[in-house]
C-alpha cells in the first residue's frame, strides 16, 4: 500500500534517511520543517540519492519540501507523520500542530537524549516521548517506532539493514499500518514491543546504542532472536 507520509522536523540525518528508505519503497514523502527553504533543499538532496540508486522492481516514490503544517496538511488525514524533531523542540512543536494531527496515526521517533562526555538520558515527566506525545495529542493515535536504527545506515541505500524495528502503542490498527510500512524497507523486520509505556525502554535503549556505537566505530542495531519470521508479530499493544 503506499502512503502519503509527512516527516516533521525531516530535515535532520534521521528525517532525511527514513525519507530516503521510504521513498525507495514507493511512498510519497514530505519533508516538514520549521523553515521551508532548508526543507526543500533537504527534499532535492534525498530525491537526487533516491534517484541514483540501484535499480529495483519497486517504483520509487517522491520527496518534496514544506513547512512543519505544510507538510501535516499535505498528506491529510489518512497519511502518517513520523516526528524526528529534537527532543528540546518536541513539546513546542506537537502543542503547535495538535489540531491538524488530531485522528491521525502520529510515529515518534524521537529520542530524549543530552550529549555530555557522552549520551545520557533525558528524564520525561510522562516517562518517555512518545507517552508525552500521546499526552499531548489525546485525539491522535501514537506509535512509537524506528528509534534503534543509525542514522547513516539509512541514508546509505547500498546498506542492508538487518535489523528489527520495535513498535510501541495503545492502537492495535495503528500498530499494525507501522508495521507493515517496516517491513516495506527491504531487510528490516517489525516486532511489536507491546503497548506504548514501554516506549521509555526503546528511547532508552538507542541512548545505549549510541554509546555502544561510538566506543566500537560502528553501526550496531537491534535484531531480536528466537521469533517467528513473519514480519508482523502480535496484533496490539495491550500487554
Request: net charge negative.
Given at each position: 500500500m503506499t502512503h502519503?507520509?509527512?516527516?516533521?522536523?525531516?530535515?535532520?540525518?534521521e528525517g532525511r534517511g527514513l525519507a530516503t528508505r521510504?521513498?525507495?519503497?514507493?511512498?510519497?514523502?514530505?519533508?516538514?520543517?520549521?523553515?521551508?527553504?532548508?526543507?526543500a533543499a533537504a527534499a532535492a538532496d534525498v530525491m537526487a540519492v533516491v534517484t541514483g540508486a540501484a535499480p529495483t522492481?519497486?517504483?520509487?516514490?517522491?520527496?518534496?519540501?514544506?513547512?512543519?503544517?505544510?507538510?501535516?496538511?499535505?498528506?491529510?488525514?489518512?497519511g502518517l507523520v513520523v516526528l524526528t524533531v529534537p527532543f528540546e523542540a518536541h513539546r513546542a512543536t506537537l502543542e503547535s500542530l495538535a489540531p491538524?494531527?488530531?485522528?491521525?496515526?502520529?510515529?515518534?521517533a524521537v529520542v530524549p537524549?543530552?550529549?555530555?562526555?557522552?549520551?545520557?538520558?533525558?528524564?520525561?515527566?510522562?516517562?518517555s516521548a512518545a507517552e508525552q506525545a500521546a499526552a499531548l495529542l489525546p485525539g491522535a493515535?501514537?506509535?512509537?517506532?524506528?528509534?534503534?536504527?543509525a542514522a547513516e545506515a539509512l541514508l546509505d541505500p547500498s546498506r542492508?539493514?538487518?535489523?528489527?524495528?520495535?513498535?510501541?502503542?495503545?492502537?492495535?490498527?495503528?500498530t499494525a499500518v507501522v508495521s507493515a510500512l517496516v517491513t516495506e524497507?527491504?531487510?528490516?523486520?517489525?516486532?511489536?514491543?507491546?503497548?506504548?509505556?514501554?516506549?521509555?525502554?526503546?528511547?532508552?535503549?538507542?541512548v545505549l546504542l549510541i554509546g555502544i556505537n561510538g566506543r566500537y566505530k560502528t553501526r550496531s542495531g537491534v535484531r531480536i532472536e528466537g521469533l517467528p519470521e513473519a514480519g508482523i508479530v502480535g496484533g496490539g499493544g495491550t500487554a
Amino acid at each position: 500500500m503506499t502512503h502519503r507520509i509527512a516527516i516533521v522536523g525531516g530535515t535532520g540525518p534521521e528525517g532525511r534517511g527514513l525519507a530516503t528508505r521510504f521513498a525507495l519503497a514507493g511512498h510519497a514523502v514530505v519533508l516538514g520543517s520549521r523553515d521551508r527553504e532548508r526543507a526543500a533543499a533537504a527534499a532535492a538532496d534525498v530525491m537526487a540519492v533516491v534517484t541514483g540508486a540501484a535499480p529495483t522492481d519497486q517504483p520509487r516514490g517522491t520527496v518534496s519540501g514544506a513547512s512543519n503544517a505544510e507538510a501535516v496538511d499535505a498528506v491529510g488525514l489518512d497519511g502518517l507523520v513520523v516526528l524526528t524533531v529534537p527532543f528540546e523542540a518536541h513539546r513546542a512543536t506537537l502543542e503547535s500542530l495538535a489540531p491538524a494531527l488530531a485522528g491521525m496515526i502520529v510515529v515518534d521517533a524521537v529520542v530524549p537524549v543530552r550529549f555530555e562526555r557522552g549520551p545520557r538520558p533525558v528524564e520525561v515527566p510522562e516517562g518517555s516521548a512518545a507517552e508525552q506525545a500521546a499526552a499531548l495529542l489525546p485525539g491522535a493515535r501514537v506509535v512509537a517506532a524506528f528509534h534503534n536504527i543509525a542514522a547513516e545506515a539509512l541514508l546509505d541505500p547500498s546498506r542492508v539493514l538487518h535489523e528489527d524495528v520495535l513498535v510501541a502503542s495503545d492502537h492495535a490498527e495503528a500498530t499494525a499500518v507501522v508495521s507493515a510500512l517496516v517491513t516495506e524497507i527491504a531487510s528490516l523486520r517489525a516486532v511489536n514491543a507491546g503497548p506504548l509505556r514501554f516506549a521509555r525502554y526503546l528511547e532508552g535503549l538507542t541512548v545505549l546504542l549510541i554509546g555502544i556505537n561510538g566506543r566500537y566505530k560502528t553501526r550496531s542495531g537491534v535484531r531480536i532472536e528466537g521469533l517467528p519470521e513473519a514480519g508482523i508479530v502480535g496484533g496490539g499493544g495491550t500487554a
